[in-house]
């Protein structure tokens, strides 16, 4: 049998509308994020997807039970805007042992390069026990623009995806270590912290 030479990761991802939840439109929230996270990582990964209503409590619920059952990452889309029933900032704060507030900042900083609207945003990051919780906006393709960032035609990096910061995050928080595929995102680690090639 052959053996992946990066280790396993569980990460959860959950989409967060009220009419995708419902069937109103069907959800693009989870396929985008399991497509994107499949291209940009090594590590073989087992997905715990939830597709939830605008709900603060079941929001909060839902997090506390995918850090539970061992996800070291957690990637939620959706409700993070200023309407009445945009909660999930605030549901992830709820369950924070920290917050982490330079992934919200950087994310505004990205998606101001593709939308003005980008300031709606009140998106937030989170730890809670050995697990990094992100939240990014609910336009399907909001995911790879925050994720992954701007490059230029060349291909070179116009403004940082906050990816890059997720598998330092998740190593420091004592997670598996993660592997990018550099053509899709460059992760950076101090050089100490990274592992010789196996
Ligand atoms: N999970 C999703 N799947 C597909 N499209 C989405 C999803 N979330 C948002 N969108 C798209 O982004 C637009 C703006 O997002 P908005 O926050 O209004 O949607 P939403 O959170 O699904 O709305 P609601 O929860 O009120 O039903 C939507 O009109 C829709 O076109
Ligand atoms: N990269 C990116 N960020 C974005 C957007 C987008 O299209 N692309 N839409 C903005 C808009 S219009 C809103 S209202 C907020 C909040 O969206 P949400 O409530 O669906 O999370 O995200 C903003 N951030």
Request: glycine share 8%; net charge negative.
């Amino acid at each position: 049998m052959s053996e992946s030479l990066f280790d396993p990761i569980k990460i959860g991802i959950v989409s967060i509308s009220d009419r995708a939840s419902t069937g109103v439109y069907e959800d693009k929230g989870l396929p985008a994020l399991q497509e994107w996270l499949t291209k940009a990582l090594h590590n073989p990964i087992t997905f715990e997807p939830r597709l939830i209503p605008d709900e603060k409590e079941r929001i909060s619920a839902t997090l506390i039970e995918l850090v539970h059952v061992g996800c070291s990452l957690v990637l939620t889309t959706g409700g993070t805007g200023p309407a009445l029933r945009d909660v999930t900032p605030e549901a992830t704060l709820a369950v924070a042992d920290k917050e982490m507030p330079g992934f919200g900042e950087q994310m505004r900083q990205i998606s101001l390069k593709f939308v003005p609207t980008a300031i709606l945003s009140r998106q937030v990051a989170v730890i809670r026990g050995q697990s990094l919780i992100i939240n990014l906006p609910g336009q399907p393709k909001s995911i790879a623009e925050t994720l992954e960032g701007l490059k230029d035609a060349e291909g070179k990096a116009v403004v940082h995806g906050i990816f890059a910061a997720v598998p330092y995050c998740v190593d420091l928080i004592g997670g598996p270590y993660m592997e990018t595929r550099d053509e899709v995102c460059k992760a950076f680690r101090p050089k100490t912290a990274i592992r010789p090639a196996r």
